[in-house]
């Protein structure tokens, strides 16, 4: 890259990018305009051309890889896995994360969160409650994305239990399951 210093009277003018950047998503749009014309017409089909999703009414599949919407794992027993160490809140750098814990009637389990709320509207989620969690507690691997409307911050603020059933759905419905229950809840809302 060119130091203001050394570039010339004319690339300081920037016109030749400006040009360029025009060049190419005019071309672009050519390119795509006449493939979805010869799609239409049955012609080449073995070119791709770049299309819209229409969300919701289609969706793309989230890769495996893709920071999703968290949820607490459970035990066997259907108890929550946390042992309240609080080690994903003192990492999170959005401070987001509100752990209260309490003692556990068992004996022999020290404690657990009686209170476990993650605040969406404050999360970045950036995954590093996942990767301070000992106890593979915290996942954010639901494959859905943060909720996007509700009336209030409260709206927002995810409990311990809707983080438990985000669990219990995977786990019943599989991958998909969250997401096409999240949609049906959008279009509840919208009635």
Not at 164 to 189: H, I, K, N, P
Request: net charge negative; charged share 30%; glycine share 4%.
């Amino acid at each position: 890259m060119k130091r203001k210093e050394d570039m010339t009277w004319w690339e300081r003018l920037y016109l030749p990018e400006i040009v360029r950047g025009l060049l190419v998503t005019t071309s672009h749009f050519w390119r795509n305009l006449a493939l979805h014309a010869l799609h239409a017409v049955g012609l080449a089909t073995d070119k791709r051309a770049a299309a819209t999703i229409q969300y919701p009414e289609e969706r793309r599949r989230y890769p495996d890889v893709y920071r999703g919407s968290h949820r607490l794992t459970l035990k066997e027993d259907g108890s929550v896995r946390c042992t309240s160490c609080f080690l994903c809140a003192t990492a999170c750098p959005a401070n987001c994360i509100h752990i209260e814990a309490g003692e556990h009637p068992d004996p022999q389990v020290e404690k657990f969160p009686v209170r476990y709320e993650i605040d969406t509207l404050r999360c970045i989620y950036c995954g590093m409650c996942v990767e301070a969690c000992p106890c593979d507690a915290i996942r954010m691997d639901t494959y859905v994305h943060p909720r996007i409307w509700g009336y209030d911050r409260q709206d927002f603020i995810e409990s311990k239990e809707v983080l438990m059933q985000r669990s219990r759905t995977l786990a019943e419905g599989g991958r998909d399951s969250l997401m096409v229950q999240m949609l049906e809840s959008y279009q509840d809302a919208d009635r």
